[in-house]
């Protein structure tokens, strides 16, 4: 696929491990070395994979644990990134598996069945206001037979959900191509993604409670803003709009 002037830019130039702490690390020691964008790196497992707010991420082998370096346009809205990350990786198994039927949690959950098949943290490194690169960290259980507790209750692979191996580089191929033509569009008309977001959506006129860092708001979900953010209706009938940045769905 060719997006700009015929070369594809995501994946062009790929680092690749046996093992490390976590890919996102390593991609943005690479991008203060001043990498360029579309750079991925990716590992066949990761000691200390790192989900939002400190959280871990189970990153055996098996698994697909890549970071692109990316480098937007300054007039580039940050906070989208995540909810493009997860589309990235809802298309990608819609179009490789047509029998499943991905789903996304909002902002950076990719869904299958009600369980967690995948997730994206974006990190942004900014110089007064000004971003200079972000990381874009995702993971997908592929092949990954058995979940310790208490993810058992809660994540999925793909093998899990069709019942035999797929092949990561195929996937990374597919979600690569995926996520490049977000990202460019997304540029340029941010609404048509919303609109698919909406259509993959889990949450929409679900009930909620969303734990923030200004405490647990209860609502009716109404939509994703162009910004990236939540609409919540709360119970005293007030819309409510939550930032992505570290919030928890329960
Ligand atoms: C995320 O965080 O979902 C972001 C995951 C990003 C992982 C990639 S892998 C490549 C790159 N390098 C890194 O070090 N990280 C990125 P969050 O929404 O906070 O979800 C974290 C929560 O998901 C944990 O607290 C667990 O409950 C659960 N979890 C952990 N590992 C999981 C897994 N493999 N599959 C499903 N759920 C998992």
Known sequence: MSLVSGVRIFGKKIYTYAQVKSTNKIACQLAEQGAEEGTL??????????GR????????????WLSLILRPPTSFCVSRLSILGAIG????????FSLLSPRI?????????GKKVGGVLCKARSIR????FVIMGIGVNINIEEFPSPLCFTATSLKREIGHSVSNEIFQECLL??????YFSSQNDFSSILEEA?????????????????GEFLGVVQGI???GGLILRLESGMQKRISSEEVYIK
Do not use: C
């Open 225 to 227: 803003d162009e910004e």
């Open 41 to 50: 790196v990716v590992s066949e497992e990761q000691i200390e994979g790192e």
């Open 89 to 96: 990786i809802a298309r990608s198994v819609r179009k490789m």
């Open 105 to 113: 949690r909002w902002p950076n959950d990719a869904i299958i069945n």
């Open 177 to 182: 191509e995926e996520l490049e033509r977000l």
């Open 198 to 214: 909406r259509g993959f959506s889990s949450l929409l006129g679900k009930q909620v409670g969303v734990q923030t860092r200004e």
């Open 129 to 132: 206001k000004r971003v200079i």
């Open 53 to 64: 707010a400190g959280h871990y991420w189970f990153s055996p082998q098996g698994g697909l």
